[in-house]
């Protein structure tokens, strides 16, 4: 005997299915909406985040994820990445077989129009180490994030961020170990040089030791709370700056590593 099983044809204009699901039932008087959670069936929030556009430099296995989440959370983005998908990224990146060979800023626009076409999105598919007119893209932004995986591009929108002086985070991944460095580039606040600077230029490279598929996705996720806690309150940049936020997943361990700003640092203190 074959079992039958009864198929809603249209979900979403099924009653019952809607009653039961939080996602359609988001309005002033219900303030703790499952799916969405209090934080977006807010307005005044869910405007605010409208408001704002976040660059995110580097598209691999953190950048690629935090796209996701980020649009998710009804923000406008800017992708740029030099890469195109090829089939190692897929164990740890935000891709599948059918991207393959395509430009990764491409891939991920097409994914996340899927899944909010309210917001704003512009991709380059550029490599930020060679392109002149970087500083006129970093200036439409509110917040940068850095998810590349070589130091020479860092140091660059590091450079960059600064002159336009936009609160920028820096995130990496590696082994079994994520990083999270944030900077608003005040007086007080360190800058991505003054800890990474020449004499301290050993770290390590993603495609040196490779890095567990879970990690980057945990980084991206605790670097966007900051994200929010920084859009919600400007003040609550005190919080995060002279401060590298270390994860090891290996002994599950979370460590706050805190630094002086450097007064001879060559980028936010002009090399006094």
């Keep these: 005997m ?3 099983i009864k198929k809603e044809k249209d ?10 699901i939080p996602f359609f039932n988001i309005n002033e008087n219900n303030k703790n909406c499952g799916i969405c959670g209090s934080y977006f069936s807010d307005t005044k929030i869910r405007n605010l985040f409208n408001s704002k556009t976040i660059t995110i430099i580097g598209c691999g296995g953190i950048g690629s ?43 991920l626009k097409k994914k996340i129009k899927k899944i909010n076409k309210s917001i704003s999105i512009e991709n380059y598919n550029i490599d ?40 920028t985070i820096f995130l ?28 301290n230029d050993s770290h390590i490279k993603l495609k040196q030791v490779g890095v567990i598929p879970t990690i980057p996705t945990i980084v991206s996720l605790n670097a966007l709370n900051i994200i929010y806690e920084i859009f919600k309150n400007k003040k609550n940049e ?8 270390r ?15 450097n007064n001879k640092c060559e980028v936010c203190n002009d090399g006094i």
């Design 238 to 245: 005190e919080k995060f700056i002279n401060t590298i936020l």
């Design 247 to 261: 994860f090891d997943f290996a002994n599950i361990n979370i460590t706050k590593i805190k630094f002086n700003k």
């Design 65 to 107: 994820y935090m796209a996701e989440f980020i649009a998710r959370s009804n923000i406008n983005l800017i992708l740029i990445d030099k890469d195109k998908v090829d089939f190692t990224n897929l164990e740890r990146q935000n891709y599948n077989i059918k991207d393959l060979n395509k430009n990764k800023t491409d891939c």
């Design 128 to 167: 930020v180490t060679k392109y002149e007119n970087l500083q006129d893209i970093l200036d439409e932004s509110d917040f940068i994030v850095v998810a590349t995986d070589n130091m020479e591009s860092k140091k660059k929108i590091n450079e960059i961020s600064y002159s336009l002086k936009i609160p």
């Design 2 to 4: 074959q079992l039958k």
């Design 11 to 20: 979900y979403e204009n099924n009653k019952n299915y809607k009653n039961n």
């Design 172 to 199: 990496s991944a590696y082994s079994n170990i994520g990083e999270i460095f944030f900077t608003n580039y005040s007086k007080e606040s360190s800058c991505f040089n003054c800890f990474y600077n020449k004499k």
